[in-house]
């Protein structure tokens, strides 16, 4: 059975670009939440998807934009890189949206580093 | 000041002690997780709770509701529980998502 999967690990780009990280769920699971962890800080939540919509979003500018595939993966897109986005992003997914009931699997997480 | 706050911040103990971790929060919330990540990021979901207590194995997660507090214990503590512990919250209202605490950092010496 296998778990939550990231790629890639690593990326390393430049201001102003643009990145895209992939994201496949645990299986079984309808519901994919990605979060950036700043070193040395807790993860934030950036948003969750659900039924291929944006169900609950953190406190993130458009910048950062995402979306969910009928297969349940999703993808987490960040332009116009700032030097700031540098961090870990960790995918987790869920069987249904929320987090009251719902127990968040978590990826590795792929490091972004913006040079 | 951070809406959900952990204690101590870093704690190293030596092999076999009882080792407990605090977290308060400042919202009314629905749920609280209690998370572990090793070093290298992996993350792994512990105890999702709103009452009472839950153990599994040599860990026991306790929250107290009317107090906004809740404890993370570690029982018979080994090397290998060193990580970072993370509380977080879903709120009953406002912010979505989950509100995450600064972590524990936990080294168990042997």
């Known amino acids: 059975d296998a778990g939550v999967t990231q790629s890639p690990t690593h990326l390393i780009k430049t201001r102003g670009q643009q990145v895209t990280l992939r994201c496949s769920p645990k299986?079984?699971?309808?519901?994919v939440s990605w979060y950036q962890q700043a070193l040395g800080q807790g993860p934030q939540f950036i948003f969750q998807?659900?039924?291929?919509?944006?169900?609950q979003r953190g406190n993130f500018p458009d910048r950062f934009s995402g979306h969910q595939f009928p297969n349940y993966s999703s993808e987490l897109n960040v332009n116009a890189l700032l030097l700031g986005d540098s961090a870990l992003y960790l995918c987790?997914?869920?069987?249904?949206?929320?987090?009251?009931?719902?127990?968040?699997?978590f990826g590795p997480g792929t490091r972004l580093t913006v040079l | 000041k951070n809406e959900v706050e952990q204690s101590p911040q870093n704690l190293t103990a030596q092999e076999g002690e009882f080792i407990t971790i605090n977290c308060s929060y400042s919202?009314?919330?629905?749920?609280l997780h209690w998370l572990q990540q090793h070093p290298g990021g992996g993350i792994v979901s512990l105890f999702m709770?709103?009452?009472g207590k839950k153990k599994h194995g040599r860990l026991i997660a306790t929250i107290n509701i009317q107090e906004k507090h809740s404890s993370l214990h570690i029982t018979a503590s080994h090397p290998r529980d060193s990580a970072v512990y993370i509380c977080?919250?879903?709120?009953?209202?406002?912010?979505?998502?989950?509100?995450f605490g600064k972590g524990t950092h936990l080294i168990i010496q042997p």
């Open positions: 987790a997914s869920s069987l249904g949206p929320g987090f009251t009931y719902n127990e968040q699997f």
């Open positions: 299986s079984g699971h309808d519901t």
């Open positions: 998807y659900y039924e291929e919509e944006e169900r």
């Open positions: 919202v009314g919330i629905s749920a």
């Open positions: 709770l709103s009452s």
């Open positions: 977080a919250v879903r709120r009953r209202e406002g912010a979505d998502g989950l509100t």
